[in-house]
């Protein structure tokens, strides 16, 4: 299908289109650049992708998919110091775990090094270029603000000759760091700071990770990004809303190095403002250094291989994404949408298991000692076709000590003392006593079942209605489990717009809860990593990279109840 049938479809959609995709529908009826929509995708790898960045990665990937076009991957790796090819990697399993694959090779910007080198030494020679000896410090200076004309440079007016010669010798090696750049020449007097005389090269003695020790000056983002696109054939340069004010410089760097009529488009869209969380790659990186979190990935982290490992899906990802759509103006979304959207997910695909977090023994005192049976129990009753497995029921077993009451209340539905309860897919059970010990705590609780009541079954007994019903694991059978049950990382809305305070102070201490003594049906001893389960009555789980066939180990995606759809339904 061509664009221009994809065109035609969209038009009676035209109202539901976000301000994008509306850009994309003109070009193409106006036939922009020959009717190509070619995005891209261009992350620094300095640090792991986070949910912001999942955010860009789909509606970049997503857009090429709707218009039938192309999205590169581009690594804007020209900051050496900050950068590793471990964050290479990691950016491109995130990509492909979220579902999306690049148009060809991975790219990066160093492929391009000699290319905006030679388009310096042009802009140098067109006189719109310059080197300059002052510091960081006085040139910020000179800029001044944007209600007051900047001062020109004492170098500003340097010979082309002179420029030409100093740039090479900087691209030699012969200076240090810091001690010269190169800035366009454009206007001191503009309003817009981004245009007076900015940077394009600075010098920097630094190992890079692909090209070693061949280059000691590094293009800056502004000059680097709107070339790089230039050099492959970006139609559509898809940027967050902070890029807006940088616009202006984008097109002036293009215009001035380049005469086809094909042109790269830089539009602007809010990014993801996520509550309760930090979204600056140099705070995460932060946490991490100072130890504050186990890792990249830690499941606390809005990383994507965080999210990956504490058991969010990406469906949940990219369903979140859409739900939050493309805007033009900054907001905040509450982290609750992106728990709902996990649990959407899961709840339809996770199977439900059952497990005891914090258990106490149960003992049913009627049932014959030796005697183990096999209950039928469905694995997702929200897919049928998901079928049944059975699950060993012995004498004794583990249900949750919350789940015992030894004085309950009228309203209190568990066991108790005189109560009957269903255990699940099993019996209806009486509860006679607890057991305690020296010190009062409960190690037992003894009960009687009701042989005739077994569920589906058939009997009458079978169709006895009772109050509540409990989740259970055979204490002979049970596989023994670490549990590790994560909140949100900091209890603050907003932990760093406050001004005052150190973003690290909000960190919440009760983020991440280890249970060791749990205990999971037999089945789940098989379970692979990232494998999803919905733990009856207590939440979604995931198996941790850390699990193994001796030690299984658990991270609670989220638990059960949904505080997003309550708050909407308010």
Not at 133 to 153: F, H, L, R, V
Not at 480 to 506: G, S
Request: hydrophobic residues 30%; contains cysteine.
């Amino acid at each position: 299908m061509d664009n221009k049938n994809v065109k035609e479809e969209n038009v009676n959609e035209s109202k539901s289109l976000n301000f994008i995709q509306q850009i994309i529908e003109e070009d193409l009826k106006n036939n922009v650049n020959d009717g190509r929509v070619h995005t891209r995708f261009p992350p620094e790898p300095n640090g792991y992708l986070h949910i912001g960045h999942a955010k860009s990665i789909c509606l970049n990937f997503s857009l090429a998919q709707q218009y039938q076009g192309k999205c590169n991957l581009r690594f804007d790796d020209t900051n050496p110091v900050k950068e590793d090819t471990e964050y290479v990697n990691s950016i491109m399993d995130d990509i492909k775990w979220l579902g999306f694959q690049w148009d060809g090779e991975p790219m990066y910007t160093s492929d391009y090094f000699q290319q905006l080198y030679d388009w310096a030494v042009k802009l140098i020679t067109d006189g719109k270029a310059y080197v300059d000896d002052q510091t960081a410090a006085q040139i910020a200076e000179q800029k001044k603000s944007p209600t007051e004309p900047g001062i020109e440079s004492p170098y500003r007016n340097r010979s082309v000759e002179e420029n030409l010669d100093l740039f090479e010798r900087m691209k030699n090696g012969e200076f240090k760091d810091g001690e010269k750049v190169l800035r366009a020449k454009i206007d001191m007097t503009s309003s817009n700071m981004h245009m007076r005389d900015p940077l394009m090269y600075r010098i920097m003695h630094a190992h890079h990770h692909r090209t070693g020790d061949q280059w000691c000056i590094y293009p800056m983002y502004d000059y680097a990004h709107g070339e790089s696109d230039y050099i492959e054939g970006i139609t559509h340069s898809i940027c967050t809303l902070e890029f807006e004010v940088h616009r202006p410089l984008y097109e002036w760097f293009v215009n001035n190095l380049t005469d086809t009529d094909y042109r790269p488009k830089q539009r602007e869209f809010a990014r993801l403002n996520l509550s309760y969380t930090v979204m600056s790659k140099r705070k995460l990186l932060e946490l991490v250094k100072d130890n504050h979190v186990n890792g990249w990935d830690d499941p606390r982290m809005p990383t994507v291989s965080g999210l990956r490992r504490r058991g969010f899906t990406p469906a949940s990802i990219r369903n979140f994404a859409d739900i939050i759509g493309v805007a033009k103006r900054n907001n905040v979304i509450d982290v609750s949408l992106l728990e709902h959207c996990v649990r959407e997910d899961l709840n339809k695909t996770a199977p439900r298991v059952m497990a005891v977090l914090n258990p106490v023994k149960l003992i049913i005192t009627n049932y014959p000692e030796n005697q183990e049976e096999f209950l039928s129990i469905e694995n997702n009753p929200e897919d049928p076709e998901s079928g049944n497995r059975d699950i060993p029921f012995s004498r004794e077993l583990y249900i949750e000590r919350e789940d015992f009451m030894e004085d309950a209340p009228k309203k209190f539905f568990r066991m108790t003392p005189g109560q009957e309860v269903r255990l699940k897919a099993a019996y209806i059970v009486m509860c006679e006593k607890a057991v305690k010990d020296a010190d009062g705590n409960i190690t037992e609780i003894h009960c009687t079942y009701d042989a005739k009541s077994k569920s589906g079954s058939g009997s009458e007994e079978s169709k006895r209605k009772v109050k509540g019903t409990l989740h259970w694991v055979s204490a002979k059978h049970a596989a023994k489990a670490e549990v590790r049950i994560y909140d949100r990382l900091f209890n603050h809305e907003a932990p760093d717009a406050q001004k005052e305070t150190d973003f690290k102070e909000f960190i919440n201490p009760d983020s991440l809860q280890i249970l060791r003594e749990c205990y999971v049906e037999p089945s789940l001893k098989e379970a692979k990593t990232e494998d999803h389960f919905q733990f009856t009555r207590l939440g979604y789980f995931s198996v941790d990279k850390d699990s193994n066939t001796e030690k299984l180990v658990f991270n609670r995606t989220v638990s059960l109840k949904d505080s997003w759809t309550k708050t909407q339904k308010k």
